[in-house]
């Protein structure tokens, strides 16, 4: 079964606001999105910063017509779900619910993304929020590995650092800058509107046009975003934390999205590391014993390198074996047949991908997550055909590619384990 060409019309405000409308009256709900196409890598001066997470907060705190209290009653009451979150390359703010409550929810949307209030005298407040959320996240092994991996992996690109920034450069935020990232990065010309469920699409343009169409389109220009240079050995990064176990990581560089390896490498990992019946799981946990947990995933995005990588835990006394082990299975892994492992691996991605057409939420993000990586609302529907194409020559190829002076392992052992 072929993934269905989407029915949504794509338009563009004089500002430069790109408008994605998807009209489907099957249920009375709605989903309502913003996509600000900035995130941590583009914090410029304020690099490592975290800025662009500490915004996210910051625009909650009341915009427009609304005061922070206004805001969420005003959403509550309209039967809204809303929330935000931000990456490397983008900050999403979204609101679902039921159909009557569109107005509302676009309403808040326009205020707390264009004309937030941004009180001073909140900055300090939630900035102590924050803290605590960076030293929660030095407390948790799971987030303390992740960002050894990326700052082992990336030594020029800004994906070294981590979303949420680095204690001291977020300390070094101050008001005038917070305020002049929001001027400079959430301007319509970077932001996408997307909306699909229950709804009018005439009615709808003419209130986001009356919503939206006032703010000024943005200038200057974009920040340089440094890229990682050519890779030219292998590379190790090791730390210690309280933990029972050594949690391992070896990853590769992969090409960004749009290159034809890329589907390759996907298919790849699922299948070594996607479930419990994955070759590395079951040859590596089940039949040897050697991984507590193992998996497999590959990460690509437009314009920038990505990585495959297999992650896994393990006891500290069985740590190297397991890392020779992973080796050995990635290097017999082209020799081996793979067209029935493969079929399955395209029936997981494509049936995930189906799943997220059955919510209004679901159909809103891959609307406006394919407008952001390809600026083509039918990028889904093209990467699974072109998996559907990728044959286990293609996969063989790519694979045979990640060699050991490329890889990048990352080690968090727990404290008294030997180096």
């Known amino acids: 079964m072929d993934y269905p060409a989407t029915a949504a019309v794509l338009d563009h405000l004089p500002n430069g606001l790109t408008v994605i409308l998807d ?27 975290g800025v662009s997470h500490f915004l996210e907060h910051m625009v909650f705190k009341g915009g427009g017509r609304f005061g922070a209290e206004e805001l969420a009653t005003s959403v509550q009451a309209a039967g809204g779900h809303w929330n935000a979150y931000t990456t490397f390359d983008r900050t999403v703010y979204y609101i679902d619910g039921p159909a009557s409550g569109l107005d509302t929810f676009l309403e808040v949307l326009a205020a707390m993304v264009f004309t937030p209030a941004l009180p001073e005298e909140e900055f300090e407040k939630e900035k102590d929020v924050i803290r605590r959320e960076i030293d929660m996240g030095l407390d948790d092994p799971d ?3 992740g960002r050894l991996m990326f700052s082992t992996a990336y030594t020029s690109d800004p994906r070294r650092h981590p979303v949420i920034g680095h204690r001291g450069l977020f300390d070094e935020i101050t008001f005038g800058g917070l305020t002049g990232y929001h001027r400079s990065r959430y301007t319509p010309d970077r932001c996408c509107l997307c909306l699909s469920g229950d709804f009018d699409a005439d009615v709808v343009k003419a209130q986001i046009e009356k919503l939206f169409g006032g703010f000024a389109r943005g200038s200057g220009a974009e920040p340089v975003v440094p890229q990682d240079p050519v890779q030219l050995g292998p590379r190790r990064g090791r730390a210690t934390f309280a933990v029972p176990t050594s949690k391992i990581t070896l990853a ?14 996907d298919l790849a990992a699922a299948v070594l590391g ?3 019946s994955a070759r590395l799981y079951r040859h590596l946990r089940e039949e040897r014993g050697l991984a507590l947990e193992i998996s497999a995933w590959s990460w690509s995005q437009a314009g920038r390198e990505g990585l495959f990588a297999v992650s896994a835990e393990a006891e500290p006394e069985k740590r190297d074996e397991l890392i020779a082990a992973i080796l050995a299975e990635l290097a017999d892994f082209p020799s081996t047949a793979l067209d029935d492992d493969l079929a399955k691996a ?12 059955t919510t209004a939420s679901g159909r809103a993000t891959d609307l406006a997550s394919n407008w952001h990586e ?7 529907r093209r990467y699974l055909a072109a998996l559907k ?8 190829r790519a694979m045979s590619r990640l060699t050991e002076d490329q890889m990048s392992i990352s080690i968090l052992d727990p404290e008294d384990a030997p180096a």
């Open 23 to 49: 009209p489907d009256p099957a249920a009375p709900v709605v989903s309502a999105q913003v996509w600000v196409e900035t995130g941590s890598l583009h914090e410029g001066s304020l690099l490592g910063s």
């Open 346 to 357: 395209r029936r997981q991605i494509a049936a995930s991908q189906f799943k997220s057409l």
């Open 274 to 276: 996607r479930g419990r």
């Open 389 to 396: 194409a990728t044959t286990a020559a293609d996969v063989r």
């Open 374 to 380: 390809a600026r083509d609302l039918d990028f889904t």
């Open 252 to 265: 590769w560089k992969i090409p960004p999205l749009g290159h034809p390896d890329v589907p390759a490498y």
């Open 143 to 145: 987030d303390v590995a």
